[in-house]
Each structure stands twice: as structure tokens, then as C-alpha cells.
């Protein structure tokens, strides 16, 4: 099993910042790869940015490219995403999910934490 926990959203004016954090427990941190998603009202789920279980490998939405920068520190169970330059259509919740197997890119998610708000005013 494998229990995710969101934090660090909150409301931000434009171009402002926001690093968002997913820590994990219940198993070997080191040996998941690890996303970010988001969900905004009314619209699907979207891909955000992926990292692999190494670090080593990184994958990025088109829209938040240049933008935002997900990172991971092992030894803290801890995969974050550094959001700057934030515009309002990147208004969601922001999920982080965990990939189990050890495969890059990663295809399938088998864990989601409970999600956390962004709000970007305009």
C-alpha cells in the first residue's frame, strides 16, 4: 500500500509562485516513479509532469514547459512541484499519483493522494 498526501496550495495573484508536496509512506519511496495531475471544474483530468524513480528522468506537460519543475528527495519520501509564472487557466486540483512499477515513462498510476487547491487570480 502506498498513502499520498498533498500540500502547499492556496490562492496567488499571476505570475505569482507555489511549490506544492506529495509525501509518501507504506513502501520503498525510492522505487516509485511519481506524477502530478490536475483537475479543473467541469474538465478531465490532464497530465502535469512526471519524474522517474531515479530522478533522472523528467516529463512535462506542453502548457506548464519552462514553467514548472518537479523534483523528487528520497530520502524524505517527498516529490514536489515548483510552479512559477503561475496563470489563472492553471487553476485546478493538483493530484499526485505513484507508479509501482519500474518502467519509464510510467503508463499506469496505482496510487492518488487526496488532492490539493490552486487557485491563480487574475
Known amino acids: 500500500q502506498v498513502q499520498l498526501v498533498e500540500s502547499g496550495g492556496g490562492l496567488v495573484q499571476a505570475g505569482g509562485s507555489l511549490r506544492l508536496s506529495c509525501a509518501a509512506s507504506?513502501?520503498?519511496?525510492?522505487?516509485?516513479?511519481m506524477g502530478w495531475f490536475r483537475q479543473a471544474p467541469g474538465k478531465e483530468r490532464e497530465f502535469v509532469a512526471a519524474i522517474s524513480w531515479s530522478g533522472g528522468n523528467t516529463d512535462y506537460a506542453d502548457s506548464v514547459k519552462g514553467r514548472f519543475t518537479i523534483s523528487r528527495d528520497n530520502a524524505k519520501n517527498t516529490v514536489y512541484l515548483q510552479m512559477n509564472s503561475l496563470k489563472p487557466e492553471d487553476t485546478a486540483v493538483y493530484y499526485c499519483?505513484?507508479?509501482?512499477?519500474?518502467?519509464?515513462?510510467?503508463?499506469?498510476?496505482?496510487?492518488w493522494g487526496q488532492g490539493t487547491q490552486v487557485t491563480v487570480s487574475s
Open positions: 499519483a505513484a507508479a509501482i512499477l519500474g518502467s519509464w515513462p510510467p503508463k499506469w498510476y496505482n496510487h
Open positions: 507504506g513502501r520503498s519511496f525510492g522505487s516509485l516513479a
